[in-house]
Nanobody
């Protein structure tokens, strides 16, 4: 069973940066595609970014392209989401999710394993 724990959220001013971490436990996530989703109050949980298990392919939502990057350190069983040039509209709870498949998937239904989420608040 894979357990995921996010960390690194917090309060930041617009234009600032944060780095979120998604640490796996219980089983290595080295062979899992890991995605990031976010959910703002009253809204659906939306895809943000994902990285293939091999690290050789990533995918980003249009709203974060050029500002966010995602990397992984399989030796540390951890995936990162680097968020730069943050905007107030980036405010949400951020979740990481894992899928054992090879291809990057973009919907919540494709991911069986989820973390508890970490709050990101961007002030204007």
């Amino acid at each position: 069973q894979v357990q995921l724990v996010e960390s690194g959220g917090g309060l930041v001013q617009a234009g600032g940066s944060l780095r979120l971490s998604c640490a796996g436990s219980g089983r290595t996530i080295a062979f899992y595609t890991v995605a990031w989703f976010r959910q703002a109050p009253g809204k659906e949980r939306d895809f943000v970014a994902a990285i293939r298990w091999s690290g050789d392919s990533t995918n980003f939502a249009d709203s974060v392209k050029g500002r966010f990057t995602t990397t992984r350190d399989n030796a540390k069983n951890t995936v990162y989401l680097q968020m730069n040039s943050l905007k107030p509209e980036d405010t949400a709870v951020y979740y990481c999710a894992a899928d054992p498949g090879y291809d990057i998937k973009l919907t919540t239904l494709d991911y069986a394993y989820w973390g508890q989420g970490t709050q990101v608040t961007v002030s204007s």
